[in-house]
């Protein structure tokens, strides 16, 4: 499969698990417009940063995933906390990029 069908599939996983999540966490309207659009930034950068760490470093993806999808969680949180009414923003990010994290093993898993 082309590099460019796995981000856009992962982005899309990302929208479909993080959008319900946070409407779970009593986001709604424009909230969960920025929400879309925070994953629109922060879910193909993630993805372009580990490419390029995979390319030109020996950093095994472990350790590049163990900075970076904290990086996201606090970029998305950022985001929340400053044009949302998100109640606990921080919470809500860390909440939805779990679940999105954890399908996209699951689905890697089962797919390799």
């Known amino acids: 499969m082309p590099y460019e069908v796995k981000l856009l599939l992962a982005l899309l996983l990302t929208e ?8 779970l966490c009593g986001m709604r309207g424009k909230d969960l417009r920025i ?3 925070a994953n ?3 879910n193909p950068l993630l ?3 580990l490419l390029l760490g995979a390319t030109l470093t020996d ?3 472990a350790v590049m995933l163990a900075v970076l ?3 996201a969680v606090a970029a998305e949180w950022l985001v929340y906390r400053s ?8 919470l809500v990010s860390l909440i939805a990029n779990a679940a999105s994290f954890g399908a996209g093993l699951i689905i890697t898993k089962i797919i390799s």
């Open 40 to 42: 629109v930034i922060t």
């Open 16 to 23: 479909a698990i993080e959008v319900p999540v946070c409407l």
């Open 35 to 37: 929400v879309l659009l």
């Open 83 to 90: 044009l949302t009414d998100a109640k606990r923003p921080f």
């Open 59 to 61: 950093l095994p993806y």
């Open 69 to 71: 999808e904290p990086a």
């Open 47 to 49: 993805n372009a940063l």
